[in-house]
């Protein structure tokens, strides 16, 4: 059963002012439900695949809409345990949600913030050998998204990887359930449902990277309701 037409109402986290106490539960409980639902997992999955068919040692890694840093976090322990030597970027709209972010891993010294607009028409990815972010997607209108990746994807050396919700309705009732039973705030409950609304399915996403020059791509369907896009980002010079 599929929600058909996706919804393009805001959430709550997408107001840049939001802070304090509020903000914070919120970003906590959104990191505690990636956890359970195994979106860390899966990213970081992918992340150490892709590096050691590359037989990398070294790269630096940004994460869009990076939120309370959760994922750059997790990657930063795993990196340390591997011996791989990462440069983890976040970036996010929110510099309360950044200030978060930091306070919590003052300690991760590879890991750094940085507060953009990320939606803006000057913005630009830094360069980066991976490009990574979870449930972001969504929130670019279907006409505008292809735009987004051909621009944003030639700061890439290697690949991007996109977790993304599946716009389901068994994922709306499990995430209801979940939500209720962990006891999760009204805004966490209100936000996570307007995000599965918000999402793509399988069939959008692969029209929209049709109208992209990124042919090369793997679209793969994980546990709990999720899409993992991957992307090889193949330039005629890779040092741009």
């Known amino acids: 059963m599929f929600l058909h037409a996706r919804s393009h109402q805001t959430e709550q986290l997408d107001d840049f002012e939001l802070s304090g106490i509020k903000l914070q539960r919120t970003l906590r ?4 439900i990636n956890r359970l639902f195994g979106n860390v997992r899966i990213v970081k999955n992918a992340i150490w695949r892709e590096m050691e068919k590359a037989r990398l040692e ?32 976040g970036i996010d709209g929110n510099p309360a949600s950044l200030s978060f972010a930091e306070e919590r891993y003052t300690s991760l010294k590879t890991v750094r913030f940085q507060q953009a607009d ?7 990815v830094p360069p980066c050998d991976f490009l990574i972010s979870s449930h972001f997607l969504y929130h ?15 700061r890439v050396r290697r690949v991007a990887i996109f977790s993304e919700l599946d716009r389901h309705f068994l994922a ?28 793509f399915r399988r069939r959008e996403l692969v029209k929209i990277l049709q109208k992209t020059s990124y042919v090369k791509y793997r679209l793969a369907y994980k546990w709990a309701f999720r899409h993992l896009l991957t992307i090889y980002c193949i330039h005629d010079d890779l040092s741009k």
């Open 29 to 32: 409980e959104l990191g505690l």
């Open 58 to 89: 070294k790269a630096t890694i940004v994460d869009l809409g990076c939120g309370g840093g959760d994922l750059l976090a997790a990657l930063a322990q795993s990196a340390e345990k591997k011996g791989y030597q990462l440069r983890l970027i």
């Open 118 to 124: 990320i939606r803006q028409p000057d913005f630009q």
């Open 140 to 154: 670019f209108p279907d006409e505008e998204l292809p735009d987004f990746l051909h621009k944003q994807l030639k």
């Open 172 to 199: 709306l009732q499990l995430f209801k359930f979940v939500s209720l039973l962990l006891g999760f705030s009204k805004m966490t409950r209100q936000d996570g449902q307007t995000a599965v609304r918000r999402a």
